[in-house]
Nanobody, 112 residues
């Protein structure tokens, strides 16, 4: 069955960096757009970034543009989210997504 397993979250100071990973299995990874979403306490889940099946196209929420980079390795069946210049408002649970499937999420906390 489809499995998406996120990792790489944690506690980081404002201005710091983290790289999230999402290991995928149970489907042909290279056929699918992959996306990262996040959900902060008391807020709706929002789209952060997406990447096409080949990696040739990406898109970002305005709030993370120029700070976050989404990438993928179709040999390793893994999608990444490199996050830089982190802000307290980036604090959320980050979820990996393929159409119709979600990971369990990884917590990112930005705080001094």
């Amino acid at each position: 069955q489809v499995q998406l397993v996120e990792s790489g979250g944690g506690l980081v100071q404002p201005g710091g960096s983290l790289r999230l990973s999402c290991a995928a299995s149970g489907f042909t990874f290279s056929n699918y757009w992959m996306k990262w979403y996040r959900q902060a306490p008391g807020k709706e889940r929002e789209l952060v970034a997406g990447i096409s099946s080949t990696g040739g196209n990406t898109n970002y929420a305005d709030s993370v543009k120029d700070r976050f980079t989404i990438s993928r390795d179709n040999f390793k069946n893994t999608v990444y989210l490199q996050m830089r210049s982190l802000k307290p408002e980036d604090t959320a649970v980050y979820y990996c997504n393929r159409a119709g499937a979600w990971g369990q999420g990884t917590q990112v906390t930005v705080s001094s």
